[in-house]
């Protein structure tokens, strides 16, 4: 898989891409062939998701690399993504959740996040690198929003509503990809993510207690912010000094 990696780096990560989005499947055969309700996959796909990410990161020799490190390189990047991140409840509030559907939440919207900045950021973006800082940043944002599609299995989506969810997951990918080649550390992107998930799911702006969705012009806006100051961060990098300070890492 090394060797597969260092000479077909597009074709590695179509492959991964689909492998880690299939791995949902079985899940939600068995659970609509049982006739259950398929509520607790949202924790249960997540955990697999995780496991699979975590073990082809581990396998690659990029654990460290990656960022699964103590050391945060330029700490000061990560204010827009938490400021962000806290938008839908500056403006709407919170709403009532019951303590064991938190926890539930809680503990899936932190797989999502592993799972997620995992994927996209630990193993798209780092084995795009050497291909150049472009094709990484917008082949990861790209697979990204894409991979949003799977929330259709939890939701009614109109084309409009999944145009805009494409739109502000490809701001957000590109923004948290930005803060990864700054920071060259994942844990913050985590974190960031898992938090950002949560304020929308207790605010009652996304998921499964969604009472007054985002308005859209908020979400292109916090795009748009997203992609503009990821450009920022990125507009001096070199692809290849990142790689060789990723890989003495």
Known sequence: MKAFVQNHPFWFVIAVFAAESLLAIPFVVVYKLLGLGIEPLRLII???QSVFVIAVIWYLGWFRQVGFISRV???????????????????FGTVEIAAQGVLFYTL??????????????????????????WPALLGAGF??????????????????????VLVNTFG????????????????????????????YVVSGTAGPFATHPLPTSIHITIAVIGIVYGLYLVRDLDAKEVLDEIQRT
Request: aromatic share 12%.
């Open 46 to 48: 997540p955990i697999a």
């Open 73 to 91: 390189k330029n700490v000061h990047v990560l204010w827009v993504p938490l400021v962000v991140a806290f938008v839908p409840a500056l403006m």
């Open 172 to 199: 957000f990918a590109i923004l948290y990809g930005a803060v990864f080649l700054r920071t060259l550390n994942i844990l913050p992107l985590i974190a960031l993510h898992t938090l950002e998930d949560f304020i």
């Open 108 to 133: 899936a919207i932190l797989f999502t996040g592993i799972s997620e900045e995992g994927l996209a950021r630990g193993i798209i973006l780092r084995a795009l690198l050497p291909k150049g800082l």
């Open 143 to 164: 697979l990204f929003s894409i991979g949003h599609f799977s929330n259709l299995a939890f939701a009614e989506f109109t084309l409009l509503d999944m145009v805009e």
